[in-house]
């Protein structure tokens, strides 16, 4: 990785920043006409970039404000920093030019840059890092826990360790290249983090500064720093502007955006084109969440009988024509090195096998309803009207024909389209029976398995499961040894799919293109804790 120390950042783009922030973060900023007023000088200019995104809005990006889901913590990492950072091949340095792991001591020690300001020009310290912890210790960063973290000590102004409370195999992952790190000048004072809507809130390490941000239009724009320690980025300004996936097709060919994620059919074709094309499989999996806090749903039989009534292979087949794998019932994809070969092949089709299921949760099949104590077995199911973020999340289509194969078992199914934000909050207050949604991560430390299924968020299955379960999440987190480690992983996903707290459905094929303004490609276990896109903040720094 190429790597300058950064000098001074420009005093006259902190002075524009912060006056166009005070209407940034009220959400009234430019809209994204605003943001293209010169579009030729956008398809000339080889140190502007515009992405398209189909959902537009993912919040404002500090570590409190951003919406969480991987774009909205990707457009907070242009600003803010963690200690280490991922490049397409593993481990590279962020605010740290070294670590090392003291087993004696259960702690992990960082040396840092030297030299390295706030976006103020404030000196960044050790300081800053000890802060930030105990600052998430108190306010809990919502993304990404960091409840490992017992406490963090600057041995000096170049120096940190964070001692852990026991060893954490995902640590380098979960916390040291994900958790963004925070100026102890700015926050130290703010005790309501989730409401601080200051410009100052917008100061960090970053190669980038927010410039301008609609709610309203879901657009942002990022203006590169000077003098930064990553070197000058060759991408001077991003901005990313809303567009459905057809209208962010047509702009890309006529050179309006730079980058967007297309349809998989369109690959191909592009890519005879002269654009350049990546593809990604197994990092983000679609699912059906089941509410297992209530009835029918928890019953693990009728779990189990979903399960074999969903042909996860026709559903790709026949939605997504065949670009993706079918769900595994572990979670891990099946070209995961963590997957659990038998696990992949579990619940099979077989309508015999989940009416024996159901006669054993109490049901009686009369003609073709399934009835228990005079009543119908009947579902809700709610599926998302827009983009979830990915091609291929699960939609309205997919609804649909979960809904006819259901019937077809005697299962009475009640689509119901929604908003993806309006289901997200259905699902995080359990107002919900079956919901429709997808994640991220799944390419990253195994320590997803035990975040999707354990932790509360509104797209895991907050399922703590058996004893057994549990114990092999914890041994699966602390396991330093690689081999005895994927030996847990293994167990994980045998337990989790006996249980069946959700469905995995797929792991579609993402494609995204770009013209010759930068080189796509995919951050090593996704960016940060996983986020499964190719906005990784170096590919706009280093650009072609």
């Not at 601080?196 to 941000?213: H, M, R, S, V, W």
Request: proline share 7%; glycine share 8%.
């Amino acid at each position: 990785m190429d790597v300058r120390i950064g000098k001074k950042v420009s005093q006259i783009l902190i002075i524009c920043a912060a006056a166009l922030i005070l209407a940034i973060v009220a959400g009234c900023g430019g809209s994204t006409r605003g943001t293209n007023n010169d579009m030729s000088k956008v398809k000339s200019d080889p140190t502007i970039l515009t992405v398209a995104d189909a959902t537009g809005d993912w919040g404002v990006p500090n570590p409190f404000g951003h919406y969480l889901r991987g774009p909205g913590y990707i457009r907070m990492t242009m600003i803010f920093d963690s200690l280490v950072w991922k490049d397409e091949q593993g481990y590279g340095k962020g605010l740290a030019e070294s670590w090392h792991w003291l087993p004696e001591e259960k702690a992990w020690s960082f040396k840092l840059r030297r030299g390295v300001k706030w976006h103020d020009g404030k000196p960044f310290t050790a300081r800053d890092v000890v802060f930030s912890f105990a600052y998430y210790a108190k306010h809990p960063y919502p993304y990404i826990s960091t409840n490992q973290v017992k406490n963090a000590v600057a041995v000096n102004d170049g120096e940190v360790k964070l001692y852990l409370h026991e060893p954490y195999a995902p640590f380098l992952d979960y916390i040291a290249a994900s958790v963004p790190i925070l100026p102890e000048h700015i926050w130290r004072d703010v005790a309501e983090p989730k409401t601080f809507n200051d410009p100052q809130a917008l100061i960090g390490t970053g190669p980038y500064k927010l410039l301008e941000y609609s709610r309203e239009h879901g657009s942002y724009r990022f203006a590169a720093v000077s003098d930064h320690y990553l070197g000058n980025a060759k991408i001077k300004e991003i901005r990313f502007v809303k567009q459905t996936w057809e209208m962010s097709l047509a702009s890309l060919k006529r050179g309006e955006v730079d980058m967007t994620q297309i349809p998989p059919d369109m690959a191909e074709p592009l890519e005879k084109a002269g654009f350049r094309i990546v593809a990604n499989e197994g990092d983000w999996v679609a699912k059906m969440l089941m509410n297992h806090r209530q009835p029918p749903l928890d019953q693990v039989e009728v779990r189990q009988a979903l399960g074999y009534l969903i042909d996860r292979n026709a559903l790709v087949q026949t939605t997504l024509r065949g670009h993706g794998m079918p769900g595994s019932p572990g979670l891990a994809a099946p070209n995961s090195p963590w997957a659990n070969p038998e696990v992949t092949r579990w619940y099979p089709p077989d309508k015999q096998k989940a009416a024996e299921l159901l006669q054993k949760a109490g049901y009686k099949l009369e003609g073709n309803r399934w009835l228990k104590d005079g009543q119908q077995l009947k579902l809700e199911l709610l599926a998302a009207s827009g983009a979830m973020g990915m091609s291929g999340a699960p939609a309205e289509r997919q609804g649909e024909f979960i809904k006819n194969q259901l019937a077809q078992a005697g299962i009475e199914v009640d689509v119901r389209v929604m908003d993806p934000k309006t289901i997200d909050s259905r699902q995080a207050s359990w107002q919900f029976q079956l919901s429709l949604t997808g994640s991220g991560g799944l390419g990253c430390d195994p320590e997803a398995f035990s975040r999707l299924y354990t932790r509360d968020i509104l797209f895991g299955a907050r399922w703590q499961g058996s004893p057994e379960f549990q114990e092999a999440i914890e041994q699966a987190q602390k396991e330093m040894n690689v081999e005895a480690r994927k030996k847990w992983v293994s167990k994980v996903q045998e337990l989790a799919a006996r249980d069946l707290p959700d469905l995995p459905l797929y792991y579609p094929r993402s494609y995204w293109a770009a013209n010759d303004k930068v080189r796509l490609w995919y951050t090593f276990q996704g960016v940060g804790n996983g986020a499964p896109l190719p906005l990784n903040k170096l590919i706009f720094v280093q650009g072609e």
